[in-house]
């Protein structure tokens, strides 16, 4: 009897671990196959004796981003979209250039955590935990400061220095996703009715007409 509970309690115990994870490659890699119609949870895989070296390599993020536009930063991504061979490895990677003063405006990625590292300058960075408490947690990075950012949660960094700044993020998803908050709520196509963001911010309908109208 004793040996029954423990081998159901060790299948239980086994269960729960592999639902809490992420099945296994049942391959090498799933080549993103561009060219393809199927629709499924991620990209069909090209045929693995077409895949070459270039399925898993691109450029690029040695040139700096233009950072001319109302925020002052310009994210490069290296998604699957860019690379090919990312697809299935849940992984990618963004370059961030900030002018002088500029921001990486409040923003969520719905399917990753991100780990950011400043190359240069400095910036202040922060994420909001969820309600109810809408804890701001934020800390100024210098050159080489590693700060991570929570699944899900809206996070922004803002240059703190003089000069421009550089960081490099990676991220756990293969298409991370990205919400801007200002963007989708002000933004969105259609826009959201007018008297629920009335409600929502608790402004008077010409602030929001003003803002939707920069957006």
């Known amino acids: 009897m004793a ?22 490659p049942l391959q090498d890699f799933c080549v993103a196959d561009t060219n393809s119609q199927v629709l499924l949870n991620g990209l069909a895989c090209k045929d693995p004796k077409m895949v070459d070296a270039n399925d898993f390599s691109s450029s690029g993020l040695h040139i700096a ?36 003063g500029g921001i990486n ?15 240069e300058g400095s910036l202040e960075v922060g994420f909001v935990t969820s309600n109810p408490q809408n804890r701001l947690i934020t800390k100024v990075l210098q050159k080489g400061d590693v700060f991570v950012f929570p699944i ?27 919400i801007t908050v200002a963007n989708t709520v002000f933004g969105s196509k259609p826009h959201i009715p007018s008297d629920v963001l009335v409600m929502a911010f608790q402004v008077d309908n010409n602030v929001i007409n003003y803002i939707k109208s920069k957006f």
């Open 3 to 24: 040996s029954h509970i423990l081998l159901s309690g060790l299948l239980a115990l086994f269960f729960t671990a592999a639902l809490a994870s992420d099945p296994s």
């Open 65 to 100: 981003g233009n950072t001319s536009n109302p925020v002052g930063s310009k994210v490069t991504p290296m998604t699957a979209a860019q690379i090919p061979g990312l697809n299935s490895l849940d992984i990618s990677l963004v370059r961030i250039d900030y002018a002088p």
């Open 105 to 119: 405006p409040p923003h969520t990625h719905p399917r990753a955590t991100e780990i950011l590292t400043v190359l």
């Open 152 to 178: 899900g949660l809206i996070h922004y960094q803002r240059n703190f220095g003089n000069g421009s700044a550089i960081a490099i993020a990676a991220l756990s998803s293969q298409n991370p996703g990205v």
